[in-house]
Protein backbone atom coordinates (compact mmCIF):
# COMPACT_ATOMS: atom_id res chain seq x y z
CA UNK A 1 0.00 0.00 0.00
CA UNK A 2 1.27 3.29 -1.09
CA UNK A 3 0.54 6.79 0.43
CA UNK A 4 1.60 9.98 -1.51
CA UNK A 5 1.47 13.73 -0.72
CA UNK A 6 -0.69 14.39 -3.91
CA UNK A 7 -1.08 18.61 -3.06
CA UNK A 8 -0.71 21.15 -0.57
CA UNK A 9 -2.58 24.56 0.13
CA UNK A 10 -0.36 27.09 -1.67
CA UNK A 11 1.70 29.36 1.11
CA UNK A 12 -0.25 32.45 -0.04
CA UNK A 13 -3.62 30.86 0.70
CA UNK A 14 -2.88 28.58 4.00
CA UNK A 15 -3.71 29.52 7.69
CA UNK A 16 -1.31 31.89 9.51
CA UNK A 17 -1.18 30.04 12.28
CA UNK A 18 -1.59 26.09 13.39
CA UNK A 19 -4.35 24.34 11.81
CA UNK A 20 -6.58 22.68 14.67
CA UNK A 21 -9.84 21.25 12.85
CA UNK A 22 -10.65 19.58 9.31
CA UNK A 23 -13.75 18.25 8.28
CA UNK A 24 -15.00 17.29 5.23
CA UNK A 25 -18.42 17.50 4.02
CA UNK A 26 -20.48 17.88 0.71
CA UNK A 27 -17.33 17.33 -1.49
CA UNK A 28 -15.65 20.50 0.57
CA UNK A 29 -12.90 20.69 2.60
CA UNK A 30 -13.29 22.51 5.98
CA UNK A 31 -10.55 24.14 7.79
CA UNK A 32 -9.97 26.41 11.40
CA UNK A 33 -7.16 27.19 13.34
CA UNK A 34 -5.66 29.37 16.19
CA UNK A 35 -5.88 32.29 14.09
CA UNK A 36 -10.09 32.26 14.76
CA UNK A 37 -10.45 31.79 10.92
CA UNK A 38 -12.45 29.21 8.79
CA UNK A 39 -11.06 28.15 5.41
CA UNK A 40 -13.36 26.11 2.69
CA UNK A 41 -11.32 24.21 -0.02
CA UNK A 42 -12.03 22.21 -3.25
CA UNK A 43 -11.05 18.55 -3.09
CA UNK A 44 -7.65 19.58 -4.12
CA UNK A 45 -7.00 22.44 -1.76
CA UNK A 46 -7.77 25.22 -3.95
CA UNK A 47 -9.26 27.99 -1.43
CA UNK A 48 -12.87 28.46 -2.12
CA UNK A 49 -13.83 30.95 0.74
CA UNK A 50 -12.72 32.11 4.38
CA UNK A 51 -14.65 34.09 7.11
CA UNK A 52 -13.14 35.33 10.61
CA UNK A 53 -15.31 33.14 12.95
CA UNK A 54 -14.01 33.65 15.99
CA UNK A 55 -10.80 36.32 17.33
CA UNK A 56 -9.46 33.38 19.41
CA UNK A 57 -8.82 29.75 18.60
CA UNK A 58 -11.37 27.21 17.08
CA UNK A 59 -11.69 24.02 19.07
CA UNK A 60 -13.53 22.27 16.89
CA UNK A 61 -16.31 22.94 13.54
CA UNK A 62 -19.43 20.26 12.74
CA UNK A 63 -21.66 20.37 10.18
CA UNK A 64 -25.14 19.90 8.77
CA UNK A 65 -26.97 19.72 5.58
CA UNK A 66 -26.98 23.14 5.24
CA UNK A 67 -25.10 24.67 8.32
CA UNK A 68 -21.21 24.84 9.83
CA UNK A 69 -20.80 24.95 13.49
CA UNK A 70 -18.09 26.26 14.94
CA UNK A 71 -16.71 26.62 18.95
CA UNK A 72 -14.16 28.15 20.34
CA UNK A 73 -11.90 29.14 23.42
CA UNK A 74 -14.22 32.99 23.35
CA UNK A 75 -16.89 31.11 25.12
CA UNK A 76 -19.10 30.94 21.63
CA UNK A 77 -20.79 28.93 19.37
CA UNK A 78 -21.62 30.00 16.28
CA UNK A 79 -23.73 29.20 12.78
CA UNK A 80 -22.31 29.96 9.32
CA UNK A 81 -23.81 29.27 5.91
CA UNK A 82 -22.74 26.44 4.70
CA UNK A 83 -22.25 27.63 0.99
CA UNK A 84 -21.10 31.52 1.88
CA UNK A 85 -19.47 31.45 5.27
CA UNK A 86 -21.80 34.40 6.15
CA UNK A 87 -22.54 34.21 9.59
CA UNK A 88 -26.35 33.26 11.16
CA UNK A 89 -26.85 33.26 14.97
CA UNK A 90 -24.59 32.31 17.88
CA UNK A 91 -25.86 29.53 19.81
CA UNK A 92 -23.45 30.46 22.77
CA UNK A 93 -21.76 34.00 22.66
CA UNK A 94 -19.09 35.83 24.95
CA UNK A 95 -19.29 32.67 27.92
CA UNK A 96 -16.98 31.79 30.27
CA UNK A 97 -16.71 28.70 29.24
CA UNK A 98 -14.66 27.17 26.57
CA UNK A 99 -16.89 25.00 24.26
CA UNK A 100 -14.25 22.06 23.06
CA UNK A 101 -16.07 20.05 20.84
CA UNK A 102 -19.24 20.44 18.23
CA UNK A 103 -20.75 16.71 17.30
CA UNK A 104 -23.76 17.22 14.58
CA UNK A 105 -25.76 13.73 13.47
CA UNK A 106 -29.43 13.50 13.28
CA UNK A 107 -30.45 16.49 13.72
CA UNK A 108 -27.96 17.05 17.10
CA UNK A 109 -25.92 19.24 18.34
CA UNK A 110 -23.83 17.92 20.80
CA UNK A 111 -21.17 20.33 22.40
CA UNK A 112 -18.61 19.41 25.10
CA UNK A 113 -16.46 22.00 27.11
CA UNK A 114 -14.14 22.28 29.86
CA UNK A 115 -16.31 22.11 33.03
CA UNK A 116 -17.47 18.58 32.00
CA UNK A 117 -20.85 19.32 30.71
CA UNK A 118 -22.10 18.03 27.21
CA UNK A 119 -25.04 20.30 26.01
CA UNK A 120 -27.64 19.04 22.92
CA UNK A 121 -29.20 21.56 20.82
CA UNK A 122 -32.36 20.36 18.39
CA UNK A 123 -32.56 22.50 15.57
CA UNK A 124 -30.40 24.86 17.09
CA UNK A 125 -32.78 25.29 20.29
CA UNK A 126 -31.30 24.05 23.70
CA UNK A 127 -32.76 20.97 24.70
CA UNK A 128 -30.65 20.49 27.70
CA UNK A 129 -27.49 19.38 29.46
CA UNK A 130 -24.90 16.52 30.65
CA UNK A 131 -22.49 16.53 33.29
CA UNK A 132 -20.04 13.84 32.42
CA UNK A 133 -17.06 14.28 34.98
CA UNK A 134 -13.99 15.63 33.23
CA UNK A 135 -14.00 18.03 31.10
CA UNK A 136 -14.32 17.33 27.30
CA UNK A 137 -11.30 17.78 25.28
CA UNK A 138 -13.03 14.89 22.24
CA UNK A 139 -16.44 13.54 21.72
CA UNK A 140 -17.98 11.26 19.84
CA UNK A 141 -21.97 10.10 19.08
CA UNK A 142 -22.90 6.92 17.86
CA UNK A 143 -26.97 7.80 19.39
CA UNK A 144 -27.79 6.75 21.88
CA UNK A 145 -24.21 6.18 23.22
CA UNK A 146 -21.68 9.59 23.22
CA UNK A 147 -18.39 9.38 24.10
CA UNK A 148 -16.37 11.44 25.89
CA UNK A 149 -12.59 11.67 26.68
CA UNK A 150 -10.01 14.03 28.15
CA UNK A 151 -6.50 12.59 29.69
CA UNK A 152 -7.33 9.99 31.75
CA UNK A 153 -10.59 8.10 31.16
CA UNK A 154 -13.77 7.83 28.00
CA UNK A 155 -16.84 7.86 29.14
CA UNK A 156 -19.58 5.92 27.53
CA UNK A 157 -23.07 7.48 28.41
CA UNK A 158 -26.24 6.69 27.13
CA UNK A 159 -28.57 9.74 25.85
CA UNK A 160 -32.59 9.38 25.85
CA UNK A 161 -33.44 12.40 23.96
CA UNK A 162 -37.22 11.25 23.12
CA UNK A 163 -38.68 13.36 25.95
CA UNK A 164 -39.33 16.65 27.62
CA UNK A 165 -35.55 16.62 29.01
CA UNK A 166 -32.83 14.47 28.36
CA UNK A 167 -32.27 11.15 30.40
CA UNK A 168 -28.77 9.72 30.55
CA UNK A 169 -26.68 7.07 32.37
CA UNK A 170 -23.19 6.57 32.29
CA UNK A 171 -22.72 2.87 30.72
CA UNK A 172 -18.66 1.91 30.69
CA UNK A 173 -15.47 3.55 31.83
CA UNK A 174 -12.71 3.12 29.56
CA UNK A 175 -8.92 4.15 30.67
CA UNK A 176 -7.38 6.39 27.82
CA UNK A 177 -7.36 9.30 26.44
CA UNK A 178 -8.45 12.18 23.57
CA UNK A 179 -8.52 11.52 20.76
CA UNK A 180 -10.90 9.40 19.95
CA UNK A 181 -12.69 8.68 16.52
CA UNK A 182 -15.63 6.20 15.02
CA UNK A 183 -14.65 3.52 12.41
CA UNK A 184 -18.00 2.65 10.82
CA UNK A 185 -20.37 1.79 13.30
CA UNK A 186 -18.43 -1.20 14.50
CA UNK A 187 -15.57 0.15 16.22
CA UNK A 188 -13.72 3.31 17.63
CA UNK A 189 -10.38 4.02 18.51
CA UNK A 190 -8.78 6.18 20.93
CA UNK A 191 -5.46 6.48 22.37
CA UNK A 192 -3.49 4.89 25.75
CA UNK A 193 -3.24 7.16 28.40
CA UNK A 194 0.74 7.60 27.22
CA UNK A 195 -0.08 9.16 24.35
CA UNK A 196 1.49 6.26 22.00
CA UNK A 197 -0.10 3.37 21.44
CA UNK A 198 -4.02 2.96 19.90
CA UNK A 199 -6.78 1.55 21.18
CA UNK A 200 -9.42 -0.12 18.87
CA UNK A 201 -12.59 -1.02 20.80
CA UNK A 202 -16.00 -2.55 19.81
CA UNK A 203 -19.02 -0.38 19.50
CA UNK A 204 -21.04 -3.69 20.85
CA UNK A 205 -22.72 -2.99 23.96
CA UNK A 206 -23.07 -6.42 24.94
CA UNK A 207 -19.63 -7.14 24.49
CA UNK A 208 -18.75 -4.37 26.90
CA UNK A 209 -17.56 -2.16 24.36
CA UNK A 210 -14.44 -4.27 24.51
CA UNK A 211 -11.26 -4.02 23.71
CA UNK A 212 -9.79 -5.95 20.40
CA UNK A 213 -6.39 -4.84 20.29
CA UNK A 214 -3.77 -2.03 20.72
CA UNK A 215 -1.16 -1.16 18.64
CA UNK A 216 1.80 1.33 18.95
CA UNK A 217 1.94 4.00 16.23
CA UNK A 218 4.99 3.17 14.92
CA UNK A 219 6.85 6.63 15.40
CA UNK A 220 11.01 5.83 15.78
CA UNK A 221 11.05 8.61 18.97
CA UNK A 222 7.75 6.83 20.19
CA UNK A 223 6.12 10.73 20.06
CA UNK A 224 2.34 11.62 20.74
CA UNK A 225 -0.26 11.10 18.73
CA UNK A 226 -2.47 14.09 18.30
CA UNK A 227 -5.03 13.06 15.48
CA UNK A 228 -7.33 10.18 14.51
CA UNK A 229 -9.99 9.76 11.72
CA UNK A 230 -11.88 6.43 10.54
CA UNK A 231 -13.39 5.61 7.45
CA UNK A 232 -15.34 2.66 5.69
CA UNK A 233 -14.28 2.90 1.73
CA UNK A 234 -15.12 0.28 -0.30
CA UNK A 235 -16.20 -2.01 2.79
CA UNK A 236 -13.00 -1.81 4.58
CA UNK A 237 -12.74 -0.07 8.25
CA UNK A 238 -9.91 1.95 8.20
CA UNK A 239 -8.22 4.21 10.71
CA UNK A 240 -5.55 7.11 9.98
CA UNK A 241 -3.29 8.46 12.93
CA UNK A 242 -0.66 10.67 13.06
CA UNK A 243 1.21 13.28 15.46
CA UNK A 244 4.58 15.17 16.60
CA UNK A 245 6.38 12.07 13.90
CA UNK A 246 4.64 14.26 10.98
CA UNK A 247 4.37 11.04 9.89
CA UNK A 248 0.95 9.57 8.91
CA UNK A 249 -0.48 6.52 8.82
CA UNK A 250 -3.09 3.80 7.48
CA UNK A 251 -4.24 0.66 9.56
CA UNK A 252 -7.10 -1.44 8.37
CA UNK A 253 -9.33 -3.41 10.81
CA UNK A 254 -9.29 -7.25 10.50
CA UNK A 255 -11.36 -9.72 11.58
CA UNK A 256 -13.00 -7.47 14.13
CA UNK A 257 -9.43 -7.73 16.32
CA UNK A 258 -6.86 -6.53 14.74
CA UNK A 259 -5.31 -3.53 12.98
CA UNK A 260 -3.11 -4.49 9.87
CA UNK A 261 -0.65 -1.55 9.07
CA UNK A 262 -0.87 -0.55 5.57
CA UNK A 263 1.77 2.13 4.78
CA UNK A 264 2.86 5.67 6.19
CA UNK A 265 4.09 8.85 4.20
CA UNK A 266 6.21 11.47 6.45
CA UNK A 267 3.82 14.75 5.38
CA UNK A 268 6.32 17.19 6.63
CA UNK A 269 4.46 18.67 9.62
CA UNK A 270 3.44 17.92 13.17
CA UNK A 271 -0.38 16.91 12.72
CA UNK A 272 -2.97 18.40 14.71
CA UNK A 273 -5.89 17.24 12.94
CA UNK A 274 -6.88 14.62 9.94
CA UNK A 275 -9.94 14.50 8.09
CA UNK A 276 -10.64 11.66 5.40
CA UNK A 277 -12.35 12.69 2.26
CA UNK A 278 -13.54 10.69 -0.63
CA UNK A 279 -12.21 6.89 -1.16
CA UNK A 280 -8.82 6.71 -0.97
CA UNK A 281 -8.44 10.75 0.06
CA UNK A 282 -7.29 11.95 3.64
CA UNK A 283 -5.90 15.06 4.96
CA UNK A 284 -4.08 16.20 7.46
CA UNK A 285 -3.35 19.71 9.28
CA UNK A 286 -1.27 21.21 11.67
CA UNK A 287 1.62 23.10 12.17
CA UNK A 288 2.16 26.90 10.17
CA UNK A 289 -1.49 26.73 8.73
CA UNK A 290 -0.35 24.19 6.36
CA UNK A 291 -2.52 21.19 4.86
CA UNK A 292 -2.17 18.31 2.65
CA UNK A 293 -3.90 15.93 1.11
CA UNK A 294 -2.40 12.35 0.65
CA UNK A 295 -3.55 9.46 -1.77
CA UNK A 296 -3.98 5.95 -1.09
CA UNK A 297 -3.20 3.37 -3.63
Known amino acids: MTLTVACRASDAD ?21 GGKVKVWSEDLVKQGEVQAHTTPIFSIAASDDTLYTSSIDGSIKLFDLNTLQEKQALRQGEN ?3 WRVRYTNGHLYVGDNEGNVSVFKNNQFYGVVNVAEPVKDLQVIEPYVLTVQDSDLFITEFKLDGEKIQFATDSTIPGRAPVTLI ?9 RDGKEILLHSTDKQSG ?16 INALAGAQWAG ?19 NSQGLSDEGSVNVDLVIN ?16 GHIV ?3 CS
Do not use: C, M
Not at 209 to 224: A, M, P, Y
Open 14 to 34: KHDKDVTALLFHKGKLYSGAD
Open 97 to 99: TEY
Open 184 to 192: GNSFFALID
Open 209 to 224: FKQLTKIVHGSEDNRV
Open 236 to 254: DNLLFSGGWDKVLKKWKVL
Open 273 to 288: AIATGQPSSVYAGGTD
Open 293 to 295: RVD
